[in-house]
């Protein structure tokens, strides 16, 4: 870390005030009127001692207010070490189904079975951590399609909301046109290059839009659609309660590779987690992350230290040059004076 001024050259105004002294001739004194005295010539020799006696300390502490007033507007800052950020101008929408068939317990992870939903979240929340450089937004969707996070750089925060979500919030039915469609509203905003939505479902479409008529949409904004279907085959585990059968869906894998062909995308289907995890490595690879970074220094301002030291300062000149002192000094002379007159 160091120091920095971001306007150095306002230290060149250091001598102004001399120059002005010297140069522009000093504002007329009016003089009041006269007010008769017996003990003026003592009064007159008291404040002259007491202005002589405090001249050089009020000079230095106008000398630094000055130096604290240029410092301040000179803008110091605290400049911290070059950090690198890669960039890509990638924009990346990932679509959830929270809908309620997403909570079958027919994956696994180290041999633990859990739902579907919380296979997605592991797996995701990697997948999120690593595209840096990428706008990242989240739609999670059932019934009705919901933006839970716009585009942004903020991984942690689409990563936090990810898993805060609840199967049945957004509806038990599945509205993948809705969802599609959403995505595109937020995607055709970001440059033509580069839009991508990744879409996980575990279900055929049971509300909203047409699917294929989002796709169309989706196909003339240029978005590649990266459909994922979600759910393992069909079988029968032991349970506390006897045999059961478990896994299977309903999902519409030819309309999932209708939407992924016609939007120049593909369809991937995930029967666990480690097919979920393959297919998240090869989109990591369809579409790299960019090596292009850029440097940035981050900058703390400083200039309001500076500042509040000029005005402490200001305020010790004000009540310095004020009647205060005087009317203290007054005072003083005018009780030595008494007493002088009553030793008399």
Do not use: C
């Not at 990744?198 to 796709?215: C, H, Q, S, V, Y």
């Not at 478990?246 to 995930?270: H, W």
């Amino acid at each position: 870390m160091e120091i920095s001024f971001a306007l150095p050259w306002l230290f060149l105004l250091l001598p102004l005030p001399l120059l002005v002294i010297k140069f522009v001739p000093p504002a007329p004194i009016t003089t009041p009127s006269a007010l008769r005295i017996p003990f003026f010539t003592g009064l007159q020799a008291g404040l002259v001692q007491h202005k002589r006696s405090r001249s050089p300390v009020w000079l230095i502490v106008a000398v630094l207010t000055w130096l604290a007033l240029l410092t301040s507007a000179a803008r110091p800052q605290l400049v911290g070490e070059s950090i690198n950020i890669p960039i890509s101008g990638r924009s990346l929408m990932m679509a959830v189904d929270i809908s309620g068939s997403m909570q079958e317990p027919d994956m696994f992870i180290n041999s633990t079975r859990v739902t579907r939903l919380t296979a997605v979240k592991a797996v995701a929340s990697d997948f999120i951590n690593k595209r840096k450089g990428d706008r990242i937004g989240l739609i999670l969707f059932g019934s009705k399609a919901y933006l839970q996070a716009p585009l942004t750089f903020d991984r942690k925060t689409v990563n936090i909301l990810l898993n805060e979500a609840q199967i049945g919030l957004a509806g038990k039915k599945t509205a993948i046109g809705d969802a599609i469609g959403l995505a595109v509203k937020r995607l055709r905003k970001q440059p033509e290059t580069n839009r991508l939505l990744i879409f996980l479902t575990d279900g055929a479409n049971t509300a909203g839009i047409e699917p294929m008529k989002a796709a169309d949409l989706a196909a003339q904004e240029k978005i590649k659609v990266y459909a994922i279907g979600i759910g393992g085959s069909e079988r029968i585990v032991q349970t506390p309660f006897g045999r059961q059968r478990v896994g299977g869906s309903d999902l519409d894998e030819d309309n999932l590779k209708a939407i992924a062909s016609k939007t120049g995308g593909q369809y991937f289907r995930a029967e666990d987690v480690e097919s979920l995890l393959k297919i998240y490595d090869f989109l990591d690879k369809i579409e790299p992350i960019s090596n292009d970074e850029l440097n940035y220094r981050p900058v703390d301002e400083l200039y309001h230290w500076p500042l509040a030291i000029a005005l402490i300062m200001s305020l010790f000149i004000a009540i310095g040059s004020s009647g205060i002192l005087n009317t203290f000094s007054l005072a003083h002379i005018v009780g030595t004076h008494g007493e002088t007159k009553k030793d008399d």
